[in-house]
């Protein structure tokens, strides 16, 4: 692996969990192999834009009616270039109100897109962006991975099945919980986090670029 596609999403910068543990995956890629190209997005502070009747009607049609869907294409066209250029895809989601960032969610929007990430026949739909690998690190506030409140976690299912719908299913997912418990709890959930990182980072194989 040899390319990696990094994408942040929270709005909370450097105080942000899910930003440091997506940067210490990063680092850790870069010490395993200097050589492997990184492309980062920073959805929280240069967010994808949402969907609006335009970049909706864009993203179905061959071509463009006016200069707002032209331009909804070539981002659409942008994103899916990173993504499949990309061997391994590093996604940090936070958790917010039980799902996933909007800036993020709309980040799928763009690039899930018909004939072009996955196709339907009459089988059904077919991902076409199979072999590639992901790692996705969540951090909740409180415990959803077990316990009462993981019938409300509607970040990982959902990032599962966005990712797998492209053909992406080889993903790990990297949680931090109970952020919001007092700080012993935040500092025991990011040691065993970048842990859990450092062996994933250590069973990749990476290949000069």
Request: glycine share 8%.
């Amino acid at each position: 692996m040899s390319k990696v596609l990094v994408l942040t999403s929270s709005v909370l910068g450097d105080a942000s969990v899910s930003n440091q543990l997506t940067t210490h995956i990063v680092n850790q890629l870069r010490l395993k192999n200097g050589k492997s190209k990184v492309i980062a997005r920073d959805l929280g502070s240069n967010p994808v834009p949402h969907l609006t009747q335009d970049s909706t009607i864009a993203l179905r049609v061959p071509e463009a009616e006016n200069e707002v869907q032209a331009n909804a294409q070539a981002l659409s066209d942008e994103l899916i270039a990173e993504l499949k250029a990309a061997d391994l895809l590093v996604i940090g989601a936070p958790m917010y109100n039980f799902g996933i960032p909007s800036t993020l969610k709309a980040w799928f929007d763009y690039v899930l897109r018909a004939g072009v990430t996955f196709s339907y026949s009459e089988a059904g739909p077919e991902g076409l962006l199979k072999g590639k690998r992901a790692i996705v690190v969540l951090t909740r506030g409180g415990l959803y991975s077990e316990g009462p409140a993981q019938l409300m976690d509607a970040q990982e299912p959902h990032l599962r099945t966005l990712l797998g719908f492209i053909g992406i299913t080889d993903v790990t997912f990297i949680r931090a919980e109970k952020l919001a418990f007092g700080a012993s709890f935040q500092e025991e959930a990011i040691a065993a986090a970048k842990k859990a990182a450092n062996e994933v980072v250590d069973e990749l194989q990476l290949v000069a670029a």
